[in-house]
């Protein structure tokens, strides 16, 4: 989304302090304007791991990552309580057999335009709203939360760590002991949807009377419609985040719906629920039909996907490869084209045919698309 402020003014000199935290941030960038020109200032929601560099301009200082051994770095994530300032501290750790434990954040950043501000290693950063949100109801109020934290735990600023960091993901959400889905604040709405697909997720089985036979139709649509319209549902880096995680929890202000998304059966299980409702006479005469559910459903199969093919056990189905998944999630957003392919890497790197090809932002659009070409035509 696009603001614009247009104004025709003498020649003059002022400072624009970033996201209006000059007295907390020392940043500041001086403009001159000439008569007769206009004055642009654009804000923009962005969602792309190439495009965030822009955004956090604070002079955090990142301990250099070994890159040999893939190195990465985990946010611990400081106690606290409602009012007090988000704040943590940055430590490099290796992936690996003996990795630290840890969980992993999926979220979308939201617009740049209205932040706040945290504190990463005593050091003020300006973050999205969302971001903010996400923290505060993830931390706890007596002890330290360690998580992997995209914008926090990479250096933007340095486009090669950058492009092995994303090279990573998939990797990192794989070891995360769970991805935690932040689906953004509750309304009022929330409890009713996140009570369906707790009841989704959850039974082993169909029950004579589910739970949204225990509401009015009205309420159950609007809790679906309330969870499923989210923007996390159509953003194309939560494809690889959930695809490979281990567990898998949405958060929806203080509901939560938690399932293990590496177990093919119980994946298999909750897919069957919500196609079951769906063919149900009952769902239709609720008018739960107008409801989509077709998102969570295309993440869910996903993480069937990625268990097809591996060393503990054999299957009919072939799993899709990265020209599969780019098709069916084409649709889904993101700032940089180049994310399109770059943000379902995660999903493919464990897989030797793709050996040759990593995330570069360095790349331009048209090299990569070329690139993808060569490795889904051999």
């Known amino acids: 989304m696009f603001s614009y402020l247009e104004h025709i003014v003498k020649a003059w000199q002022f400072t624009f302090p970033c996201f209006g935290l000059g007295h907390l941030l020392p940043i500041s960038t001086v403009h001159t304007i000439s008569f007769g020109f206009w004055l642009r200032v654009t804000s923009e929601e962005t969602n792309s791991h190439a495009t965030s560099a822009a ?3 604070a002079p955090v200082h990142f301990t250099p990552l070994e890159r040999e051994r893939s190195d990465f ?7 606290g309580f409602d009012g007090d300032v988000i704040s943590g501290s940055l430590k490099c750790h290796t992936l690996g057999p003996a990795r630290k434990s840890f969980e992993a954040l999926s979220y979308v950043w939201g617009g740049t335009g209205d932040c706040a501000t945290i504190l990463v290693d005593d050091t003020p950063v300006s973050v999205t709203k969302s971001l903010e949100a996400a923290l505060r109801h993830l931390r706890f109020p007596d002890s330290h939360r360690t998580n992997w934290v995209d914008y926090i735990c990479i250096n933007q600023g340095d486009i090669e760590e950058r492009n092995q960091q994303v090279a990573m993901m998939g990797l990192i959400y794989e070891q995360a002991t769970s991805v935690l ?20 997720a959850n039974e082993p089985r169909p029950q004579p009377h589910p739970i949204w036979e225990h509401y009015p139709s009205s309420v159950v649509q609007a809790g679906l419609l309330d969870i499923m319209n989210r923007s996390w549902f159509q953003r194309i880096w939560v494809v690889q985040e959930v ?23 119980a994946v298999g299980r909750f897919i069957r629920m919500i196609k079951y409702a769906e063919i149900l006479p009952q769902w239709e005469q609720m008018g739960l039909g107008t409801v989509n559910m077709q998102p969570l459903l295309d993440m869910l199969d996903l993480q069937i996907g990625n268990q097809l093919d591996r060393s503990w056990g054999g299957t009919h189905r072939t799993a899709p490869d990265i020209l599969d998944v780019a098709h069916s999630m084409r649709h889904k957003l993101c700032t940089d084209r180049r994310d399109k392919v770059f943000g379902l890497f995660g999903l493919f790197e464990h897989m030797w045919v793709y050996d040759g090809f990593k995330p570069d932002y360095n790349m331009t659009t048209t090299q990569m698309y070329e690139a993808l070409q060569k490795i889904a035509f051999t």
């Not at 695809?243 to 059966?265: E, F, M, P, Y």
């Open 55 to 57: 955004m956090r301009d």
């Open 243 to 265: 695809g490979r995680s281990g567990t898998a929890v949405l958060i929806c202000g203080q509901h939560k719906v938690k399932w293990q998304s590496n177990d093919s059966v």
């Open 73 to 79: 770095r985990l946010f611990h994530l400081h106690p």
């Open 181 to 200: 889905v932040w689906l953004g604040e509750a309304t009022p709405n929330t409890v009713v949807g996140m009570k369906v697909l707790g009841y989704f």
